[in-house]
């Protein structure tokens, strides 16, 4: 029932007109108190009411109650502030409902998200600050410069998906405005941090890829892996060689080393998303996103297999050629073998009765997979971690699937909150690789055409090295695409050159020119290439591959 004196609230709850119903006749001057408070009586028909004063208008006492009073604020500006009061929005809301619908309390929704961001970043800088010292200290300590990174890639990341854009364009920019700042200095130990938690990133990236591999779509695609891991990497690098030395007047040593710089697919940007697309179902029938993770892994093994053959021969003359023949298929073979004895021991270690078994194996499985990477490089077999971490996982995601984990297990959830951090604080690292006031400009353009002319080539015979009858045209096409983003292995062996010439003794200016040239093309490749094949992949796969047995959009 409506309060006396008050319209109800209007429909669905919204507060309605505080519009006074009822009002005290007027009242002589000459009247005394008894005849006041009797004809106020009679009029409000037994409302309560406070007595008036001699020539003063009698009140509701409802209307001059404290709680009634507040009662009459809230319901009036309050209330329309207050997301309970409104129905959820629809896919057809207006984008200024939706604006309006954003701003309601509690917070909520993406806004609740950016303010936990930037209430996170500041508790942990304040901690750095207390615990690490000048490290923590901003603005250039190299522990405040990270928080940093992985705040801001965060923010402006989540910014690029609202407009439909891959987050990891987002991160890299914001890498790379960070880097070309004038008045941050990177700290000397910024190199080493930034190297080494790259090489964290990316065991994430291929553990998640091991564990999502499905072991029936592997063993039907085998020879698709092969051939697309060597065909679009082999005939690339042969392109680059040719168009560099033509083009740019590299000797042909050094045309080969950028080709196998350039050819080797990132996991970073092409596992993200087609894990995306096996979550939502796009191509998991016919095993896709399977070909194209595991095929990318031996891709990069062999890319970096290659580069440090061909780095070797053109730094070490001396250098047994036998020796550095072999190195590429000794790295698989070590990768591979190291590999399955990990996944083995994950396996059954530690034992189903033991409590938090869940955690303990994500333990044992990041620890395992972080030695065989860093340890790779410390027993001069560096193309050898990736594809043992990525074997470690595989072994180790199918063992526990034969003893009645589903893929949705708790290593899986634990992996993916981690790629929450990994992810901005990756791509970002990948951008401050990039020093604009160092790119040399005639270098560009040429580059620029060296690129183009070895990407039309890779998507050429890329397409064709999946002709199968198993697999459509379509498909085949959206396999083209996916084969185009570049990242994480150009950040990593696109300085190895420059760096090895700077430190070569004595000391040759025309090497070093070479390597700076090499870093230019490859931080280029990563710009062009980056955005343009997740978006590729993310705007494709809904028109090319098959949702759970519905065929393909012809939107």
Known sequence: MASPGFTSPGPSGSPGPLVPQLEAPPLPANRGHDAIKSECESSLEGTPVVVAEPNEPCSSADELSPSKSSRRVVSKWIRPMLLRHYPPLTSQSSWRTRLLYAVLCPIHGQIARVVTYLLLFVLIVLVSFCL?????????????????????????GQAFTWVHLPPLLGMLITGIVLKNLPFIEFEDRWAVWSSTLRGVALVIILMRAGLGLDPEALKRLSALVFRLAFLPCLAETSVVAVASHFLLGFPWLWGFMLGFVLAAVSPAVVVPCLLQLQKEGYGVAKGIPTLVMAAASVDDVLAISGFTIVLGITFSPDASLVQLAFQGPLEAAIGVASGIVGGLVVIFLPHQAMDSYGLARFSLLVGGCLVCLFGSKLVHFPGAGALAVLVMSFVAGFGWRKQGWSDDNLVSKYLSHLWMIFQPLLFGLIGTEIKVGEIDQSTIGLGLAVVLISLTVRVIVSFLSVTDRKLNLRERVFIALAWIPKATVQA?????????????????????????????????????????GAIAIMTTAPRLLTKQGKPPSSA
């Open 492 to 532: 990593a062996i696109g300085p190895v050159a420059y760096d090895t010439a700077l430190n070569l003794e004595p000391r040759r200016s025309d090497y070093i020119d070479l390597g700076h040239q090499l870093l230019t093309i490859a931080v280029l490749v990563i710009l062009v290439t980056a955005p343009i």
């Open 132 to 156: 690490l010292g000048h490290i923590g200290t901003p603005p250039n300590g190299t522990v405040f410069l990270l928080l940093v990174l992985v705040t801001l890639g965060a923010l402006v």
